[in-house]
């Protein structure tokens, strides 16, 4: 029997847990001391004032997954819906929540929006491209620096009604291609934001995301001002645990009965006790979509 959890609070058993890049970034050379920010669990307990979860559920929350068992914070949580699989449904609270506030909540994107996203074969850029097709983009742009990985991402997002232009950086300016964009999730920065400023149509907005291409860059502000650019940057970082909280309402108000449109690309699975070694393989970016350890 577990402990029971304080208020708010549930116990789970953990099932599968994502790995994320930004535990590559804080943890510098020893990523294994992170905790984990995301996990698939089966409730163990449930504490006080906590609704809509029994013991035995299968939930998909934020939340420290290495290790055998973890206790979340039950507005943190969503039910794992059926169709997902244990790694699936552990591999999509952070893309899902960061795409959602990206591309929702502070993209405004309307139907018909062309929308940009780098790093497309990221876990969060995979995830960015299914939502941005389910808000009814009509043209989505997703960068890679690799050809292959942008037919994976092709095979994997599968037939969508947005049409998918795919941009390998390492042959082509996406500027030249990514043309009149009402939206750009922005994963990669400094590298990329002269050509951003470029490709965003006027009254356009850039949301960013992610430094792996560096954080310092200069811009024409100029531009910026011509075209009425929004330049947005988002993070966890700085978010309280309420703030987090309206992030998962909105997805599970907006999203609660179609989360398997959303199914992530498990890209390599591996041991919880090899978690040294799933580091060193989302380090070496040959991956498209996630990477989750099981206990
Ligand atoms: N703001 C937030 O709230 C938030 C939340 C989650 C994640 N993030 C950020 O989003 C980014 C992606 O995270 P993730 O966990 O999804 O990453 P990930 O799965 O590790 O993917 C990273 C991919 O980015 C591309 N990349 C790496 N270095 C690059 C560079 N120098 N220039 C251009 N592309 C580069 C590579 O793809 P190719 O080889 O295909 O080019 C690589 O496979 C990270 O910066 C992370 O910190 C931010």
């Known amino acids: 029997m577990s402990p029971r959890p304080g208020p708010g609070l549930l116990a789970v058993r953990v099932l599968a847990a994502g790995l994320n890049r930004a535990d590559l970034i804080a943890y510098g050379s020893a990523p294994t001391s992170a905790p984990g920010r995301e996990l698939a669990g089966e409730i163990t307990a449930v504490g006080d004032g906590v609704e809509g979860f029994a013991v035995g559920d299968r939930i998909m929350a934020r939340g420290h997954g290495f290790a055998a068992t973890a206790v979340v914070e039950a507005r943190l949580a969503i039910a794992a819906p059926e169709g997902l699989s244990d790694e699936e449904a552990g591999a999509l609270p952070v893309a899902l929540t960061t795409m959602h506030d990206a591309i929702v909540t502070h993209g405004h994107l309307a139907p018909g929006g062309r929308v940009l996203i780098h790093a497309a074969s990221s876990g969060v850029g995979v995830t960015g491209v299914q939502l941005a097709a389910a808000f009814g983009a009509s043209t989505i742009f997703a ?18 009604d947005s049409e998918l232009v795919t941009i390998d950086t390492s042959v082509e300016a996406f500027e030249e291609v990514a043309t009149d964009v009402d939206l750009i999730v922005d994963n990669v920065g400094a590298s990329v934001l002269e050509g951003n400023i470029v490709a965003a149509a006027v009254q356009g907005r850039i949301v960013q995301v992610g430094r792996l291409g560096g954080r310092e860059a200069t811009i024409d502000l100029d531009e910026l001002a011509r075209k009425r ?15 987090v909280a309206e992030i998962f309402t909105r997805v599970r108000d907006d999203l609660g009965d179609r989360l398997t449109l959303f199914r992530p690309r498990i890209a390599g699975r591996f041991a919880l006790a090899d978690l040294e070694v799933a580091f060193a393989e989302l380090a070496a970016d040959r991956h498209v979509g996630k990477i989750v350890v099981v206990p």
């Open 143 to 160: 960068t890679s620096r690799s050809s292959t990985k942008l037919d994976v991402i092709g095979r994997h997002v599968g037939p969508i």
């Open 229 to 243: 650019i929004e330049l947005i940057g988002v993070t966890f970082r700085t978010r309280s645990d309420d703030e």
